[in-house]
């Protein structure tokens, strides 16, 4: 079974930094992360690929936010810079093994909000 803990969120006003870790049990081959904003359906921000290190964002978020891993540590970060209001939302981690096309691996969620 594969366990995704995610940990880095918090507060910040508009224009800071923040970096969002997640923890894997074990290595699966795609990491993403998802966010989900109050009143908003969940959207896709960044993904990875844990063998290549090929990585994938959102057009939104792009420039701005920078995904990478750390093989040793089994360990996922989204570094999350000029950060904006409407970045606000629960940040999740999720787990993916090919072939299935689904995210089937899911962490409970972080809180990232920013002010204004």
């Known amino acids: 079974q594969v366990q995704l803990v995610e940990s880095g969120g918090g507060l910040v006003q508009a224009g800071g930094s923040l970096r969002l870790s997640c923890a894997a049990s074990?290595?699966?081959?795609?990491v993403g992360w998802f966010r989900q904003a109050p009143g908003k359906e969940r959207e896709f921000v960044a993904a990875i690929s844990w063998s290549s290190g090929a990585n994938w964002y959102a057009g939104s978020v792009k420039g701005r936010f920078a995904i990478s891993r750390d093989n040793a540590k089994n360990t996922v970060y989204l570094q999350l810079n000029s950060l904006r209001p409407e970045d606000t939302a629960v940040y999740y981690c999720?787990?993916?093994?090919?072939?299935?096309?689904?995210?089937?691996?899911w962490g409970q969620g972080t809180q990232v909000t920013v002010s204004s």
């Open positions: 999720a787990g993916r093994q090919i072939p299935t096309s689904q995210f089937q691996y």
């Open positions: 074990v290595q699966v081959d795609v």
